[in-house]
């Protein structure tokens, strides 16, 4: 890597600070054939989970087998839980293709996600209904929901699935192995409320039956935020470990769990020292490898990493740090975010990021500029390795290329980071043919994983999913 590109060049650097931001960029700027040779593994993840359960891309029947129509009317529950936050909502579709929600948030508190997450839940639910005079009372039906889960988990039918393991920062214990809606319905019933969870939906899928719903050429939907995973429309044929009945559609949405790949040998992502040290440090090593590059959980963290490397040898901040910087996780990636674009003359946003929310005083313009090169590295490869999977999973379906099919893409990373679409859209035309990739729509599913939860439990009440 040469210091020629601008974006990389350090006015007033000291030889040894510019040659350590060419050693950063020569690990973070990724070419073509290295994403090439991703790429190409990653298509042969993706058939060993087709092919067999227990795969590093875990490839998980969803067991929805129809596409909304876009036609359907009426009002619809869900409950997306997140990887920080939970949202109940009442989704109402209008037989257009249009969709109307009123939901309400709630942050999961450090108890919910160590010990009470199901019990909390269940809270939730009753407040949205009692606020609304929802809740069911006498000899009423039960409502209807849909459950939004973006944890890996095995599903066995529509509205049943086993937890593979946490991610995203919950480790909630005695759950792995047990079938989550009967650990929330029970949960619910402690409550008292008429409650039926008629839907277990990953927020991929919910991502993609939402996009669906309004555009019939929906293929794939995909959650770029605090954590990543995609889902698609697989014919079933190709699906070799299928054991149940072929669906009368031929096809079936899987989820795919790819913030997996390369977990088990770490041997084509792109993995630097910074990589590693967070990796060792979080709550799952050796898991959720390619999640840990791109997704907004975790980029502020490699770059606190980067920050201290550089900072320990006299390159940065003058060898300074503080109680907070030394903390892990004290660098939010929306402070990457904000420094990737920072256009002042003086990097005054970096210098505020620097000195009042990390706490060291007196940076140098130097500092700054580094500060700002760190953001843009890690964030250009997170985009770029994105594309890794877009490109594997499209690719996959090439039959369907030929015609207009449109990826809904739901996430902050997706929507905030700087760059990230026009990054991810420019990458993925690289390899694949002109001719196909002018069909392809990428679109913000705004919601989808909430909105989603909710259309599955209507295609579960209407189609029998």
């Known amino acids: 890597m040469s210091s020629a590109d601008s974006r990389y060049t350090i006015v007033g650097a000291t030889p040894e600070q510019q040659a350590a931001i060419d050693m950063l960029a020569s690990q973070f700027l990724l070419t073509d054939e290295r994403l090439g040779a991703i790429i190409k593994e990653f298509r042969r993840r993706m058939e060993e989970g087709l092919a067999t359960d227990g795969r590093v891309l875990k490839m998980i029947p969803s067991y929805v087998t129809r596409r909304p129509l876009g036609s359907e009317v009426g009002s619809y529950f869900a409950i997306d839980l997140g990887g920080t936050n939970l949202r109940v909502l009442k989704v109402t579709l209008d037989g257009r293709g249009g969709v109307t929600s009123e939901h309400q948030k709630f942050a999961l508190s450090e108890e919910a996600k160590s010990r009470t997450l199901f019990d909390f ?13 929802l809740r069911p009372l006498g000899q009423q039906p039960p409502i209807p929901m849909g459950l939004t889960f973006s944890y890996p988990v095995q599903q066995t039918s529509i ?46 899928v919910g991502t993609l039956l939402s996009a669906a719903y309004s555009d019939p050429a929906a293929q794939m939907g995909i959650i770029f935020g605090t954590g990543t995973n995609a889902a698609y429309y697989e014919d079933v044929a190709n699906l070799a470990k299928w054991k149940g009945p072929n669906p009368s559609s031929g096809e079936m949405v899987l989820n795919m769990e790819w913030g997996a790949f390369d977990s088990d040998d770490f041997a084509f992502l792109p993995f630097t020292p910074h990589d590693i040290k967070l990796d060792r440090k ?144 420019e990458t993925a035309s690289h390899f694949i043919p002109q001719e196909q990739f002018k069909n392809i729509n990428f679109t913000l599913a705004k919601d989808g994983s909430g909105v989603g939860a909710a259309i599955t439990a209507m295609l579960a009440a209407t189609y029998d999913a």
């Not at 839940?121 to 005079?133: G, I, K, P, S």
């Not at 995203?168 to 008429?194: E, S, T």
């Open 282 to 425: 979080s709550i799952n090593p050796r898991k959720q490898a390619y999640e840990k590059m791109i997704s907004g959980m975790y980029l502020g963290e490699i770059a606190r990493n980067i920050v201290l490397w550089l900072a320990d040898q006299r390159l940065l901040l003058d060898g300074r740090s503080s109680e907070i910087l030394n903390a892990m996780w004290s660098i939010d990636t929306s402070y990457l975010s904000s420094g990737a674009v920072d256009t002042t003359s003086d990097l005054s946003e970096i210098q505020q990021v620097i000195e009042k929310t990390l706490n060291i005083s007196n940076s140098t313009f130097v500092d700054r500029q580094i500060f700002k090169v760190i953001a843009i590295l890690v964030g250009e490869r997170a985009a770029r390795l994105s594309a890794v999977g877009v490109v594997a999973t499209l690719t996959k379906r090439s039959d369907l290329l030929n015609k207009p099919v449109t990826v809904g893409i739901d996430g902050s990373m997706y929507e905030h980071y700087p760059y990230f679409h026009d990054i991810l859209v």
């Open 159 to 204: 509205n049943s699935g086993t937890l593979v393991q946490w991610t995203k920062g919950l480790n909630v214990p005695g759950c792995v192995g047990r079938d989550v809606v009967r650990l929330l319905q029970d949960a619910l019933l402690r409550l008292g409320l008429r409650v039926k969870i008629v839907a277990l939906v990953n927020d991929t």
């Open 121 to 133: 839940v269940a809270q939730c639910v009753d407040t949205f209904l009692d606020e609304r005079n």
